[in-house]
T-cell receptor, first 113, second 113 residues
Framework: DGGITQSPKYLFRKEGQNVTLSCEQN?????MYWYRQDPGQGLRLIYY???????QKGDIAEGYSVSREKKESFPLTVTSAQKNPTAFYLC????????????FGPGTRLTVT | KNEVEQSPQNLTAQEGEFITINCSYS?????LHWLQQHPGGGIVSLFM???GKKKHGRLIATINIQEKHSSLHITASHPRDSAVYIC???????????????FGKGTKLSVKP
């Protein structure tokens, strides 16, 4: 079955540690996205990538980093510079970088204490 | 003021009722998306539309481009429809930025048996 996987579903880290969230898709999509969701707020775009080896900052990129070395993978690293890292993180992909339907992964809930 | 506003924020209905969720936006768009988020956090795309009306089963989505307004209707609601419904718009920019979504805060729907 084609789809997007994120792992793990729940992640706990101590403050000051970097942590990498995994996102893999087997839909052969060119574009991939990382969003953050906080209670009472809409999803916000962290980073996006329209093609392998290229990515762009979204609205809230500070304290995050990404890589896109393979078409199917778009890992997100939450660095110690991110002031409020505790949140629900969602990865999505679409066939291209234009206005296409986006397919979402199940999300990773990160808690930093 | 948020660029994408949804109403109501919360909605409780009895099974069988006709439900309407509204979305207004203040930016130029290339498409509007309706998404469904279940309690576990996963998000599913319900509709993507840029004009007129789309129907899928008991769900109907309409958009009025001139008024910058969209509605999601659920006919014969059922407890399994209980979820958060999110309106998002694809930007009216150029190229890859058209894929970037601006999200509303969501409408939490609870359908009682």
């Amino acid at each position: 079955d084609g789809g997007i996987t994120q792992s793990p579903k729940y992640l706990f880290r101590k403050e000051g540690q970097n942590v990498t969230l995994s996102c893999e898709q087997n839909l052969n999509h060119d574009a991939m996205y990382w969003y953050r969701q906080d209670p009472g707020q809409g999803l916000r775009l962290i980073y996006y990538s329209q093609i392998v080896n290229d990515f762009q900052k979204g609205d809230i990129a500070e304290g995050y980093s990404v890589s896109r070395e393979k078409k199917e993978s778009f890992p997100l690293t939450v660095t110690s510079a991110q002031k409020n890292p505790t949140a629900f993180y969602l990865c999505a992909s679409s066939i291209g970088g234009g206005p296409y339907e986006q397919y979402f992964g199940p999300g990773t809930r990160l808690t930093v204490t | 003021k948020n660029e994408v506003e949804q109403s109501p924020q919360n909605l409780t209905a009895q099974e069988g009722e006709f439900i309407t969720i509204n979305c207004s936006y203040s930016v130029g768009i290339s498409a509007l998306h309706w998404l469904q988020q279940h309690p576990g956090g996963g998000i599913v795309s319900l509709f993507m539309l840029s004009s007129g009306k789309k129907k899928h089963g008991r769900l109907i989505a309409t958009i009025n481009i001139q008024e910058k307004h969209s509605s999601l209707h659920i006919t014969a609601s059922h407890p399994r429809d209980s979820a958060v419904y999110i309106c998002a718009v694809s930007g009216g920019g150029y190229g890859g930025s058209q894929g970037n979504l601006i999200f509303g805060k969501g409408t939490k729907l609870s359908v009682k048996p």
